[in-house]
């Protein structure tokens, strides 16, 4: 008798189960919805610059020192990128192109020891710039 109780539980279990995972659901989107989602992938797809991370190695008002650091800098580290600019009365470089802060500290860290003053700054940067530097 107890044999058949238990057969007879495992079966209503059993069908229970099956019905349980056998239920679906269907989700209907709104085509005003879809028309917002795609114009922002199109939008977001075209976006090419970003607001990230690079490191500020010089700024100064005197330009033989500007010259002097990109000079420096182009020989030790050939292989970044370096970008400088003037915004009167002011010369800046900075080099890097990174997402987040966290991407840029080991980068930040290997320059400091050879241009004590660099400092994190936000800037823009393209997709296409970003290094990933371990």
Same mark, same amino acid.
């Given at each position: 008798?107890?044999?058949?109780?238990?057969?007879?539980?495992?079966?209503?279990?059993?069908?229970?189960?099956?019905?349980?995972?056998?239920?679906?659901?269907?989700?209907? *989107?709104?085509?005003?919805?879809?028309?917002?989602?795609?114009?922002?992938?199109?939008?977001?797809?075209?976006?090419?610059?970003?607001?990230?991370?690079?490191?500020?190695?010089?700024?100064?008002?005197?330009?033989?020192?500007?010259?002097?650091?990109?000079?420096?800098?182009?020989?030790?580290?050939? *292989?970044?990128?370096?970008?400088?600019?003037?915004?009167?009365?002011?010369?800046?470089?900075?080099?890097?192109?990174?997402?987040?802060? *966290?991407?840029?500290?080991?980068?930040?860290?290997?320059?400091?020891?050879?241009?004590?003053?660099?400092?994190?700054?936000?800037?823009?940067?393209?997709?296409?710039?970003?290094?990933?530097?371990?």
């Amino acid at each position: 008798m107890m044999k058949h109780i238990t057969i007879l539980w495992i079966c209503i279990c059993s069908i229970c189960s099956n019905e349980l995972y056998s239920q679906s659901i269907i989700v209907t *989107e709104d085509p005003q919805i879809s028309a917002l989602m795609a114009k922002f992938s199109q939008i977001n797809s075209q976006q090419r610059i970003v607001y990230g991370w690079r490191v500020q190695i010089l700024t100064t008002t005197d330009r033989r020192k500007w010259d002097s650091a990109k000079i420096s800098f182009q020989n030790t580290y050939p *292989e970044y990128k370096l970008i400088g600019n003037h915004q009167n009365p002011y010369y800046f470089l900075k080099t890097g192109a990174f997402m987040t802060q *966290e991407d840029a500290y080991p980068f930040l860290n290997k320059l400091k020891k050879d241009f004590s003053g660099a400092i994190l700054v936000r800037d823009e940067v393209e997709f296409s710039e970003i290094l990933s530097f371990k």
